[in-house]
């Protein structure tokens, strides 16, 4: 069975998190088996890491304010990505700003799409 690989970034709650893996986290659609292979969030207090683990996932925290700058951060945040295998990367209320770094090397969807920084949401 072919199996798609999903990274999934958030930065809070992890609502948006939960549902993907409510709804598609190993489950088949098609012939086709939909597996969230990592989570990635850059705030290690958000309550989206608890919800992440009630399905049996560990989080990689990755701290954007340890880095000098934004192509730094997705420089790391790119090599996680690839390093796992993902197919597609979901931007579940990922809040920040990504640079070419990032948009360039990894296809990418975004489920909280706003005017940054203008409309956080």
Known sequence: MLTKKIAVLFSGSGSNLEAILKKVHNQIFNGVKIEV????????????????KKFGLETTIIESA?????????????EQILKSGADLTVLAGFMRILTPVFTAQIKA?????????????
């Open 66 to 78: 340890k880095f000098k700058n934004r192509e730094e951060f997705d420089a790391v945040l790119v």
């Open 109 to 121: 969807i975004n489920l909280h799409p706003s005017i940054l920084p203008l409309f956080k949401g």
């Open 37 to 52: 292979c990592l989570c990635i969030c850059n705030k290690p207090g958000a309550f989206g890491i608890e919800r992440a």
